[in-house]
Structures are given as C-alpha cells and as structure tokens.
C-alpha cells in the first residue's frame, strides 16, 4: 500500500516493502517523489530522512523539469522520428492493404490504410519498435550471459513510467521500455547488463556498482547520454 508525506509542499509517495535498505527516487517528467522503505521502519523516521534528503530531492526535481522532451507526434509526412539514436523522415504512403513499416535510407516508409487515424498511426509505429527491440535485445542477452554468469528465462517488451527496465530476479526474468529502440545501441546494451546484473544483486549497492564497473567500465558515461536524452512527451504522472 502506498502512503504520503507532504514535505513544504512536495509530495512524497512511501511503500513498505520486505528489504534492509531505504531507497529513494525522483522520477521524470514531473519530479514525483518515491521513497521505499524496510516495513519495520516507522512513518516519523522516514519523513526524517526524507527531510534530511530535500535539498537532494529539490536539486533532482529541478534537473527532471528542464530535461528537454520530444514533442508530440502526429505520425504526418516529414515527422522526424529516432531509430537507434538516429533521426528519420516519416515518409506515409496510403494503399488497401495491412499496414507495415519499412526503414529505407534516412526514411521510415509507414503504410496504411487510407482510413488510418492517429491512433492506428501511432499503434503500427510502436508494434514496429517493439518488434525491432526485441530482436536486439536477445543478442545482448546471449552475449552476457556467460560472461555474468546468469541464466535469463524471458523478458518482455512494453511501454513503461518510469523506468528504462527492471528485473524479476525471482522468476529470472526482464523487462525494457520500447523507447529504448530510440536511443543508441550502447544505451541498450548499457540497460539490458544493467537488469541482469540484478539476478545477481538485487539492490544498488557497493557490490551491485562494482560488477557494474567490472563488466561495463563506460557505463556511468553510457547512463549519463541515456538520462540527458529527450523525454517522451507522454505526460506519464
């Protein structure tokens, strides 16, 4: 169940969960407030280290605000849109047939129907970046898993809130955000490492950062691109 503190005027969401450590998160685009803590800990010293925390939370809720979004799409001619980090030309062209997509040169072809709307747009655009991501990700899991040292039983793709993606490491399983297919490969990579590594270490911890740097030495340069790139327009608060 989640329950809120009130901080000056900043709200802060708190769940109770079965772990040893307090973990705290702002979240895009609205600089939403999370703080999860051991079910042992009570509500007056979780306000106390969330107080002790303002200036960071502040800090991180302004730099949240300023990043700089995609704007809104309307899956019309000439749109730009980003296929592994590289900006394309939406080219529409209408016929009677099922709707498909093609990436030709700097160009992403999207075939429709002529009575296409937006949304019909817009759900045959992000089947096509999940296909795509999905078909990149296995890859990267085949390429890890021996140097980890980690057996991978699924992962699935979907659109989500407030996370790049997280790990079952109970069921042994993954989860990505389809706009990853919009960033750079090395960001993937960086992401999918990322969640595996948490098979082997649930928390962020001292010994979850030094695998990180074992396995990945340029991550923290790799996180860095991924969190200053645009955030979706999706209002997602």
């Not at 529409?92 to 129907?113: D, F, G, M, Q, W």
């Not at 999905?134 to 898993?145: E, G, L, M, N, V």
Request: aromatic residues 8%; charged residues 25%; positive net charge.
């Amino acid at each position: 169940m989640v329950q809120q503190i009130s901080l000056g005027g900043i709200d802060v969401d708190v769940v109770l969960k079965n772990i040893k450590n307090v973990h705290l998160s702002v979240y895009p685009p609205t600089g939403r407030v999370r703080i999860s803590a051991p079910n042992r800990m009570s509500l007056a010293n979780i306000r106390a280290f969330a107080i002790s925390k303002l200036a960071w939370i502040k800090k991180h809720q302004r730099k949240k605000l300023s990043q700089e979004r995609e704007p809104a799409r309307d899956y019309i001619e000439r749109e730009s849109h980003h296929v592994w980090g590289r900006r394309y030309i939406l080219a529409v062209v209408t016929h009677n047939a099922p709707p498909s997509v093609e990436l030709r040169h700097r160009k992403i072809v999207l075939r429709l129907r002529p009575t296409s709307n937006l949304e019909t747009r817009e759900a045959v655009l992000n089947d096509w970046y999940r296909i795509r991501l999905k078909q990149a990700i296995q890859p990267i899991i085949d390429k890890w898993s021996p140097l980890i040292g980690v057996k991978v039983n699924g992962f699935a793709v979907r659109r989500m809130k407030t996370k790049w993606g997280s790990c079952n490491a109970s069921a042994g399983t993954l989860l990505f955000n389809t706009d990853l297919a919009k960033r750079p490969p090395p960001c993937l990579e960086y992401i999918v490492v990322h969640e595996m590594l948490h098979l082997l270490v649930r928390l962020h911890d001292d010994r979850f950062f030094a695998l990180l740097d074992k396995f990945m030495p340029n991550w923290r340069h790799v996180r860095q691109s991924l969190n200053g790139s645009p955030l979706s327009h999706v209002n997602w608060s």
